[in-house]
């Protein structure tokens, strides 16, 4: 299981999502669909899928959060044929925001934004080594502007198994970005790859609530710890969601609810779900009472 998984807030249309990116990528799956009834968004429900071997979480909670081009998903590819058939699906009905073309850092490359609106690079690997198929990329601007490398060491001193792979740093000539702030940089965190840059240009948009990662914890001194670490804005703390210290937005999931919220018996599902909607950090045990499973200790 992946320690960290994307999680995407759509209107209504998780599933339909879901269904359209997993017929798009190779090596990829549709895994399940849960239904949560009585939250406060009405009826939600939570998808979870694969693609290109990663898990994503998707959820349709009400058009309350909308995606923006601070958090794109850059995807490597072996040849341009495949470059071109991804752009052709996922910039359909999308707002290109770079026209598919040569870059000097590609032969073939392009970004948009698909027809919900998530924005999606699109690039010829070439002789680079692919270490993985989609890597989740984070773009820093207005009062963030510039503070890409310094989240990404506060991230790495979080995280485990984690290693700066590169980082490209603009020069005197890229006014209005400030020299030596990141252009490009590649990370990755418990064993996965990310990506950042800094952007010191004009733009309406930042990170919100549409696009978290879900930290996948086994205890309860994992989600204490993580908590502890990662949040800095108290007022955003609900459900498991936090915001860090750049505004970036995370869940911290005990993996045992993941059995809870897709148990057949309804009842219990509804339990953990009024149980949970009370809580802004996961207590475990607590969930465990509602769910009415027995527990020797809050792990």
Same mark, same amino acid.
């Given at each position: ?15 339909? *999502? ?5 017929? +798009? ?88 934004? !698909? ?8 690039? =010829? *690997?070439?002789?680079?080594? +692919? ?19 310094? *989240? +990404? ?18 020069? *005197?000539?890229?006014?209005? !970005? ?26 309406? =948009? ?11 914890? !086994?205890?309860?001194?994992?989600? !204490? ?75």
């Amino acid at each position: 299981m992946q320690k960290l998984t994307p999680h995407l807030w759509f209107d209504k249309e998780a599933k339909e *999502a879901g269904e359209f990116y997993t017929s +798009i990528f190779k090596n990829s799956k549709f895994k399940n669909i849960t239904t949560l009834h009585n939250t406060p968004s009405g009826t939600v429900d939570l998808v979870t899928i694969e693609l290109a071997g990663q898990e994503f979480r998707l959820i349709s909670a009400g058009p309350l959060f909308r995606f923006t081009p601070a958090v794109s998903f850059t995807v490597a590819c072996d040849t341009k044929e495949e470059v071109d058939e991804l752009w052709r699906e996922l910039s359909k009905a999308g707002s290109v925001l770079m026209p598919l073309d040569q870059y000097p850092f590609s032969e073939r490359y392009g970004w948009t934004t !698909d027809r919900y609106g998530l924005s999606w690079q699109v690039m =010829f *690997a070439g002789e680079r080594e +692919i270490k993985q198929k989609i890597t989740p990329t984070f773009m820093f601007v207005g009062k963030q502007s510039g503070k890409a490398e310094e *989240a +990404i060491n506060f991230y790495a001193s979080v995280f485990h198994n984690t290693k700066v792979d590169s980082i490209f740093r603009y020069g *005197a000539n890229d006014a209005p !970005d400030k020299a030596g702030t990141v252009k490009y940089a590649a990370f990755a965190l418990e064993g996965e790859q990310f990506a950042a840059m800094d952007s010191a240009r004009e733009h309406n =948009f930042t990170f919100n609530e549409a696009i978290s990662l879900m930290v996948n914890c !086994d205890t309860q001194e994992e989600v !204490d710890y993580y908590w502890g670490k990662l949040s800095a804005d108290p007022k955003a703390e609900a459900c498991g969601w936090l915001k860090d210290k750049y505004g970036l937005s995370w869940q911290v999931f005990p993996n045992v609810m993941e059995k809870m919220l897709s148990d057949s018996d309804e009842k219990k599902v509804a339990r953990v779900t009024e149980a949970f909607l009370k809580m802004k950090k996961f207590d475990i045990a607590k969930l465990k009472e509602a769910y009415g499973q027995k527990t020797r200790s809050a792990a």
